[in-house]
């Protein structure tokens, strides 16, 4: 229902929803995932029989090389890469980049920072002729990492250096090599110097520490100073994604209490099952999740009235996945969960009697049409079940599926995506969660599910909050506005929110939303809010 949108490069550093100004993101709290690329395994770049010197200039390249160096959207297609970096190549000389070289028996696939790039007159791949050859010293080439997710920062741990033994060096050289960030000439995270003679292979560790992990492009610079002439390649660079794991906001009357954690690899702010502007969605696969605690609020006792409802987009399906899941799943099972079935088959709401592994309720109806969103509700009016799909009655409960009864949960963690524990993933998006403590009629239902078609910003959210919601993952970034209240400015706002007075200094606040300016008010205050 929704068209997707480009993010801003800014939005995806700063990952911020902002009202009247931008500032650079807070460090990140990392939770370190390895990524290891290396070169052995990466395309490469037809070896040129003949080509001038400048040839990245106008250079035609296979596997998607661009003439800057950088593979195009390549590592966002899988080939043993994460989708949440981007990796590119370049030197200091516009034009010029890097070269792969894969046919060599020693080096297969090694990424040769120099020699060729600077034979003078000689075309390259020329080896008829070798004559000594000053390299240019002091002369930089860059790996660049960019992040492109807003949660995900990066940090490099090592990589490995190797010299090629076939040119015999008489003098040692020196490499040195940094880590800067935001830019070459950027603040410099690690450094270091090597010393190489004929033929040593050397890793390099570069020191960085989780606290020095930023979603702000990190340029890996390596630079020769002295020596002989001699060829190296840069090989294994061993990386961390980090800060993969955030906060799904809830809007619902619960507040922060209702607020789910996501897991590392929870893809964020995907296209949304509302047509308004702003809506996002949450991606989902492989078992990541989002989690909330358990809380009463959410297990009404098994006699009172409750309703669940949400929006889901799947890719894939085994029969057996679960995109909601609020379920003591050891001994004897309480709670409920729900399931997405064969397409033709539809949804399946499981609700548990408290003996063993028996079901109390099994509603099944509608369909799961893969890559197109269904909306799907639940109303349990403290005595009897019903489910409804696309704002249709599915299933009107008159067959139970089980005994008929209910046994309500006392420690069931909910969660988003998968069972609790990563179990049962399901494979694609969700949107726009919400539990309500009453029993929706059906007229509330079919109006949220034709709201969701309206392109007035806040239609659906305002009526599923009117309607009394709970708990209301939204699946959106963090927001912040300010509203007049009499005399009093309130801020209303998701994440941590931080205020300045100039829009260069900013402070985080330890308020909680709705938050009342305290009097008296300076000339100007500025808000953000931020994960």
């Given at each position: 229902?929704?068209?997707?949108?480009?993010?801003?490069?800014?939005?995806?550093?700063l990952?911020?929803a902002?009202?009247?100004?931008?500032?650079?993101l807070?460090a990140?709290?990392?939770?370190?995932?390895?990524?290891?690329l290396?070169?052995?395994?990466s395309?490469?770049v037809?070896v040129?029989?003949?080509?001038?010197?400048?040839y990245g200039?106008?250079?035609?390249a296979?596997?998607?090389?661009?003439a800057?160096?950088?593979?195009?959207n390549l590592y966002?297609m899988?080939?043993?890469?994460t989708?949440?970096?981007?990796?590119?190549y370049s030197t200091?000389?516009a034009g010029?980049?890097?070269q792969?070289?894969?046919s060599?028996?020693e080096w297969p696939?090694?990424?040769?920072?120099w020699?060729?790039n600077?034979?003078?007159?000689?075309?390259?791949?020329?080896?008829?002729?070798?004559?000594?050859k000053?390299?240019?010293?002091?002369?930089?080439?860059?790996?660049?990492?960019s992040?492109s997710a807003?949660?995900?920062?990066i940090l490099?741990n090592?990589?490995?250096l190797?010299d090629?033994f076939?040119?015999?060096?008489t003098?040692?050289?020196?490499?040195?090599?940094?880590?800067?960030k935001?830019?070459?000439?950027?603040?410099?995270?690690a450094s270091?110097?090597?010393?190489?003679?004929n033929?040593l292979?050397v890793?390099v560790?570069?020191?960085?520490t989780?606290?020095?992990?930023?979603?702000e492009?990190?340029?890996l610079?390596i630079?020769?100073?002295a020596?002989?002439?001699?060829?190296?390649?840069?090989?294994?660079?061993?990386?961390?994604?980090v800060?993969?794991i955030?906060?799904?906001?809830?809007?619902?009357?619960?507040?922060?209490?209702?607020?789910?954690?996501?897991?590392?690899g929870?893809v964020?702010?995907?296209?949304?099952?509302?047509?308004?502007?702003g809506d996002?969605?949450?991606s989902?696969?492989?078992?990541?999740?989002?989690?909330?605690p358990?809380?009463s609020?959410?297990?009404?006792?098994s006699?009172s009235?409750f309703?669940v409802e949400f929006?889901a987009?799947?890719?894939?399906s085994d029969?057996?996945?679960?995109?909601?899941?609020?379920?003591?799943?050891?001994?004897?099972?309480?709670?409920w969960a729900?399931?997405?079935?064969?397409a033709?088959?539809?949804?399946?709401l499981?609700?548990?009697?408290?003996?063993?592994?028996?079901?109390?309720?099994?509603?099944?109806?509608g369909t799961a049409?893969?890559?197109a969103w269904?909306h799907?509700?639940?109303v349990?009016?403290g005595?009897?079940?019903?489910?409804?799909?696309?704002?249709?009655l599915?299933?009107?409960?008159?067959?139970?599926?089980?005994?008929g009864?209910?046994?309500?949960?006392t420690a069931?963690?909910?969660?988003?995506g998968?069972?609790?524990?990563?179990?049962?993933?399901?494979?694609?998006?969700?949107?726009?969660?919400?539990?309500y403590?009453?029993?929706?009629t059906?007229?509330?239902v079919?109006?949220?599910?034709?709201?969701?078609?309206?392109?007035?910003?806040g239609?659906y959210s305002t009526q599923?909050?009117?309607?009394?919601?709970?708990?209301?993952?939204?699946?959106?970034?963090?927001?912040?506005?300010i509203?007049?209240?009499?005399?009093?400015m309130?801020?209303?706002?998701?994440?941590?929110l931080?205020?300045?007075?100039?829009?260069?200094?900013w402070?985080?606040?330890?308020?909680?939303?709705?938050?009342t300016?305290p009097?008296?008010?300076p000339a100007?205050?500025?808000?953000r809010?931020?994960?």
């Open positions: 229902m929704k068209t997707p949108r480009t993010i801003t490069q800014s939005r995806l550093l990952a911020t902002v009202l009247f100004g931008l500032a650079p807070p990140l709290i990392p939770t370190a995932s390895a990524t290891i290396t070169f052995d395994t395309p490469k037809e040129y029989t003949s080509m001038p010197q400048d200039d106008n250079a035609s296979a596997s998607m090389l661009a800057t160096g950088t593979y195009q966002e899988g080939n043993g890469w989708p949440n970096i981007k990796v590119g200091e000389r010029e980049f890097p792969y070289y894969g060599d028996a696939g090694g990424c040769f920072l020699s060729w600077f034979r003078t007159g000689q075309a390259i791949g020329d080896t008829s002729v070798d004559p000594a000053t390299m240019p010293v002091g002369f930089e080439y860059y790996v660049t990492f992040s807003a949660n995900c920062g490099i090592s990589f490995v190797d090629y076939d040119y015999v060096d003098l040692s050289h020196v490499v040195q090599w940094r880590v800067a935001g830019s070459p000439s950027g603040p410099v995270l270091g110097s090597e010393t190489f003679t033929g292979n890793t560790t570069t020191g960085m989780a606290a020095q992990a930023t979603n492009t990190l340029f610079v630079k020769r100073m020596g002989t002439e001699d060829d190296l390649s840069l090989d294994t660079i061993n990386f961390d994604e800060g993969l955030t906060t799904s906001y809830n809007t619902g009357s619960l507040g922060t209490a209702g607020d789910g954690t996501n897991t590392g929870v964020l702010e995907q296209p949304g099952a509302v047509a308004a502007y996002y969605s949450t989902y696969a492989g078992g990541q999740r989002t989690t909330v358990f809380r609020e959410l297990n009404p006792p006699g009235p309703t929006w987009r799947p890719t894939a029969g057996d996945d679960c995109p909601l899941f609020n379920r003591v799943s050891d001994g004897n099972r309480s709670g729900f399931f997405q079935r064969a033709a088959t539809g949804w399946n499981r609700m548990y009697n408290g003996t063993g592994g028996d079901l109390g309720w099994s509603l099944t109806g049409t893969l890559d269904s799907v509700v639940a349990w009016n005595s009897s079940a019903t489910l409804y799909v696309n704002g249709a599915a299933n009107d409960g008159s067959t139970p599926g089980g005994t009864t209910y046994n309500a949960s069931a963690i909910f969660a988003v998968a069972y609790d524990n990563g179990s049962g993933p399901y494979a694609g998006r969700v949107d726009e969660i919400a539990l403590p009453t029993a929706l059906p007229a509330q079919l109006s949220h599910f034709n709201l969701a078609a309206s392109p007035v910003v239609a599923v909050l009117a309607d009394g919601a709970v708990e209301y993952l939204q699946q959106n970034p963090p927001a912040v506005s509203a007049r209240s009499g005399l009093d309130v801020v209303t706002y998701t994440g941590v931080s205020q300045s007075a100039d829009l260069a200094t402070e985080d606040l330890t308020v909680t939303s709705p938050y300016l009097s008296p008010r100007s205050l500025f808000f809010a931020r994960r």
